[in-house]
């Protein structure tokens, strides 16, 4: 069995060896995460396009609501 010295306990890494380690990993952390939340985003795109909801049909949804309020009430011509 090898002994190691006790001066291995005492030694430590260069401070921007460490910081670079820990910037890696903050870099490699937000990879993720940002690629997790991109991938939940269109998913949802895909399931709002599959449900036939556009903004243009919207709009125009909204346009006929607005026309028949206004027509009940008297209001248009």
Known sequence: MRH??????RKRGSPLLEEGLLIALAVITM?????????????VQKVIQNLGFNTQNFMNSLNDLWNKIVSFLGLGG
């Open 31 to 43: 990879s993720v995460v940002f690629s997790m939340v991109l991938g939940i985003l269109d998913g």
């Open 4 to 9: 190691f010295p006790k001066d291995n306990k």
